[in-house]
């Protein structure tokens, strides 16, 4: 461990070895849920014993530096955390009670500034700020008093800082907590008035900065699920929650969607980009499973892209599976990655293979699990 934080400097400067990677960790809500201090000690020992390990730790966002033991909490355990870090500001992070260009005043006093930018090999990382004060809710702690928008200032700065990259073929990464794309929405069958709260308003205007750049992978946090869409030849990623559904049941291991809590993974190399989804304490090779509802049984690939066929391994062939759409997992959520699977009689454990950017996924040995997102406590798989 080093003697202090290090966090990341502003003029994206470059990193010189080929092999580079960084994780993404989003929606840590500290102090909220079940022994959350204690499991997000254990997250950052996990990240850290990484084999490589990551070059950037990028946070993004959700916190809760709304609640003063939250930022101690989370400055205490990062205190000398040996990876540089780079972190974007959540809802949950904004300055309560202020003038909405005021919003960020703890979160940049505390972390850092909510735009930031470092280089990673051949790569280009962005974070970016998407949360603006809604000023009907000005004094209100109600949850929709922060909107997806990403301020006229913070566009500004995303432009010069995109204006600056030479090398429009180097992979180049941005990452926002409030999300620009996502079916989630509309698989809620959501109102407007939700809508604003979980999608950035404005995003066409930051596509059309995007759009130049052939490498580009946008993450994205604050739904507490994954998904995978592509727009304008741009990868936007939403990425599972570090804290699960830590509203729906204390210690819950799953995020609404049935991924287990846990963060991206990008490794770099030149050129080539390669993502990844690790859940805590879980195998790597826990990657997807088959679980039960109503009489019908589902495979659910937690990284899975909706848009790639998936292909379940009987005797010496391959039989394609159909897409699940709209079960509710839980409450009134749903997932954009589950398929249908076929009677198999006994349960036992299964191969299958899918695609997911471009190379070809096998996942063998994916479990049957018949108490899934019903446990009250935490499991580790």
């Known amino acids: 461990m080093i ?45 850290w014993r990484l084999n490589p390990k990551p070059d950037l730790l990028v946070f993004g966002g959700d916190v809760c530096l709304w609640s003063e033991e939250a930022t101690g909490v989370f400055l205490e355990l990062l205190h000398g955390f ?36 470092h ?27 922060v909107l997806g928008w990403v301020p006229d200032g913070d566009l500004e700065w995303l432009e010069q800082t995109l204006a600056r990259i030479e090398d429009r073929e180097a992979p180049l990464f941005l990452f926002v907590h409030i999300p620009f794309f996502s079916t989630y929405p509309d698989r809620l069958d959501a109102g407007q008035g939700e809508r604003d709260v979980w999608l950035i308003g404005n995003r066409e205007r930051v596509v059309e900065l995007l ?6 992978t946008v993450g994205q946090g604050h739904l507490h ?10 990868h936007f990623v939403s990425v599972g929650a570090i804290a699960g559904a830590w509203w729906s049941r204390q210690g819950f291991a799953e995020c609404p969607d049935g991924s287990p809590r846990g963060y991206l993974v990008a490794d770099i190399e030149e050129r080539r ?31 899975g892209d909706a848009g790639e066929p998936v292909y379940l391994k009987i005797d010496d062939g391959w ?63």
């Not at 759009?211 to 580009?216: D, G, L």
């Open 3 to 47: 003697a202090q934080n290090r966090t990341i400097p502003q003029d994206c400067t470059k990193s010189e070895e080929s092999m580079k990677r960084l994780v993404f960790v989003t929606d840590v809500h500290l102090t909220e849920g079940l022994e959350s201090r204690e499991r997000f000690a254990r997250d950052l020992e996990e990240i």
């Open 82 to 117: 040996p990876i540089p870090l780079m972190h974007v500001m959540g809802n949950h992070d904004t300055t309560l009670d202020v003038p909405d260009e005021e919003c960020r005043r703890d979160f940049e006093k505390w972390l850092g500034p909510a735009n930031s930018c």
């Open 119 to 145: 280089r990673l090999g051949e790569a280009h990382v962005i974070g970016l700020n998407s949360c603006a004060m809604d000023p009907a809710y000005l004094y209100s702690r109600d949850w929709h008093n």
């Open 211 to 216: 759009k130049p750049f052939a490498n580009c």
């Open 225 to 234: 699920e994954n998904e995978h869409l592509y727009v304008e030849g741009i």
């Open 273 to 303: 980009v390669e993502l990844n989804y690790r859940g805590t304490g879980c195998s790597p090779k826990y990657q997807a499973c088959i679980f039960q509802k109503e009489s019908r049984r589902y495979l659910n690939i937690f990284f």
């Open 319 to 381: 039989l394609s599976l159909q897409r699940s759409e709209g079960l509710i997992m839980r409450e009134r959520w749903t997932s954009a990655h589950l398929w249908e699977m076929p009677e198999m009689g006994a349960e036992r454990e299964v191969t299958i293979r899918t695609t997911l950017g471009g190379r070809e996924l096998l996942i063998e040995g994916v479990p049957f699990i018949e108490d899934y997102m019903q446990n009250e406590t935490d499991r580790t798989i």
